[in-house]
C-alpha cells in the first residue's frame, strides 16, 4: 500500500504540475493568437492607410483640378466680358476723335456748299456786302481742279 500511496501522491505532484503547464500552455496560445492578430492589424492597418493615402491624394488632385478649371472659365468668362466692353468704349472714343477731326473741314465745307446754293456767282457775300466777281475768278471757283491747275504754286 505504501507504494500505492506513493504512486497516488506522484499522480497528484503531476497533476499539479500539469495544470500548471496547463495555464502555462493556454498562455502560449493566447499569446500567439495575440501576435497574429497584430500582425494582421499592422498589415491591414498598413494596407488600409496606403490606400486611404492613395484615395486621399486623387481626391485632392481632383478637387484641386476642378478648382482650377472652375477658375479658368470664370477667368476667361469675365475676361471676355471686360474685353468686349473695353473694345466697345475704343471704338467709340476713335469714332468722336475721327468725327472731332472731321467735324471743321466738313461744317466749313456745308458752309460753302450752302453759299454756293444761295449765291452761285457770289454777288453778295454773307454779310450782305457786294463782292466783284469777273469771268475768271468764277470760272477757276466753279471748275473742278485739272492736273495743270494742281500743280501750280
Known amino acids: 500500500m505504501a507504494e500505492?500511496?506513493?504512486?497516488q501522491k506522484e499522480n497528484d505532484r503531476l497533476r499539479d504540475e500539469l495544470k500548471q503547464y496547463k495555464h502555462l500552455q493556454e498562455d502560449l496560445?493566447?499569446?500567439r493568437v495575440v501576435e497574429n492578430?497584430?500582425?494582421q492589424v499592422t498589415q491591414w492597418?498598413?494596407?488600409?492607410?496606403?490606400?486611404?493615402?492613395?484615395?486621399?491624394?486623387v481626391g485632392v488632385t481632383e478637387v484641386v483640378k476642378y478648382a482650377k478649371d472652375q477658375?479658368?472659365?470664370?477667368?476667361?468668362?469675365?475676361?471676355?466680358?471686360?474685353?468686349?466692353?473695353?473694345?466697345?468704349?475704343?471704338?467709340?472714343?476713335?469714332?468722336g476723335d475721327a468725327v472731332q477731326k472731321l467735324q471743321?473741314?466738313?461744317m466749313e465745307y456745308a458752309k460753302q456748299q450752302i453759299q454756293v446754293t444761295i449765291?452761285?456767282?457770289?454777288l453778295i457775300s454773307p454779310n450782305g456786302a457786294g463782292i466783284a466777281v469777273n469771268s475768271t475768278t468764277a470760272s477757276?471757283?466753279?471748275?473742278?481742279?485739272?492736273?495743270?491747275?494742281s500743280e501750280r504754286p
Not at 492597418?45 to 491624394?57: E, N, Q, Y
Not at 473695353?86 to 472714343?93: I, P, S, V
Not at 449765291?119 to 457770289?122: D, K
Open 4 to 7: 500505492l500511496n506513493e504512486v
Open 29 to 31: 496560445v493566447t499569446q
Open 37 to 39: 492578430a497584430k500582425k
Open 45 to 57: 492597418i498598413t494596407f488600409g492607410g496606403l490606400f486611404l493615402s492613395l484615395a486621399g491624394f
Open 71 to 95: 477658375a479658368a472659365s470664370k477667368f476667361e468668362a469675365v475676361g471676355k466680358e471686360k474685353v468686349e466692353e473695353y473694345l466697345k468704349a475704343e471704338e467709340q472714343r476713335q469714332i
Open 104 to 106: 471743321a473741314p466738313l
Open 119 to 122: 449765291n452761285p456767282i457770289g
Open 140 to 149: 477757276r471757283c466753279c471748275r473742278p481742279a485739272t492736273k495743270e491747275r
